[in-house]
């Protein structure tokens, strides 16, 4: 028996973070922010802050990308871009107090809908779907290295 066409990995995959992200965006929205930006903020450290070639990568984008979200971040007086001491081309990108309170709220939501879901699946539920989410992008990068190569 066939499976439709919607009963893919990459389809349920594809369904369940355009929910998740249609979620989080209507909350971020809610205090004049993104999905982006509020992703963005939590992988700012808050004590140290971060290059924003280092911080690329931690959001999947290649550097020159980030330009957009960090002027609206900036222009918000979330984040505040530093050149590096020893050299000026780099910048770090620092969290503002408030750019802090930003993070605070994102991790809240994060981690308040996180429990949600434990509550109503499990908890054995989702350290199982961690687990296969683990196998299936370990699985979807070695077939892209075999693709690349």
Same mark, same amino acid.
């Given at each position: 028996?066939?499976?439709?066409?919607?009963?893919?990995?990459d389809s349920k995959l594809k369904t369940a973070w355009q929910?998740?992200?249609?979620?989080?965006?209507?909350?971020?929205?809610?205090?004049?922010?993104?999905?982006?930006?509020?992703?963005?903020?939590?992988?700012?450290?808050?004590?140290?802050?971060?290059?924003?070639?280092?911080?690329?990568?931690?959001?999947?984008?290649?550097? &020159?990308?980030?330009?957009?979200?960090? +002027?609206?971040?900036?222009?918000? *007086? $979330? #984040?505040?871009?530093?050149?590096?001491?020893?050299?000026?081309?780099?910048?770090?990108?620092?969290?503002?107090?408030?750019?802090?309170?930003?993070?605070?709220?994102?991790?809240?939501?994060?981690?308040?809908?996180?429990?949600?879901?434990?509550?109503?699946?499990?908890?054995?539920?989702?350290?199982?779907?961690?687990? &296969?989410?683990?196998?299936?992008?370990? +699985?979807?990068?070695?077939?892209? *290295? $075999? #693709?690349?190569?």
């Amino acid at each position: 028996m066939s499976k439709k066409h919607t009963e893919t990995v990459d389809s349920k995959l594809k369904t369940a973070w355009q929910v998740v992200s249609r979620m989080y965006n209507a909350e971020a929205s809610l205090h004049d922010l993104t999905i982006s930006m509020g992703h963005f903020l939590l992988n700012i450290d808050s004590h140290d802050g971060i290059y924003g070639s280092d911080l690329a990568p931690l959001l999947g984008m290649e550097s &020159t990308s980030l330009s957009r979200i960090t +002027l609206s971040l900036e222009k918000k *007086k $979330l #984040i505040q871009r530093i050149p590096d001491k020893e050299d000026g081309r780099k910048m770090k990108i620092v969290l503002t107090t408030k750019g802090k309170a930003a993070k605070e709220l994102a991790k809240n939501v994060v981690r308040n809908f996180n429990h949600l879901v434990e509550v109503k699946i499990g908890k054995n539920k989702v350290d199982d779907f961690f687990k &296969t989410m683990d196998e299936i992008t370990a +699985l979807a990068e070695h077939r892209n *290295k $075999l #693709i690349k190569n």
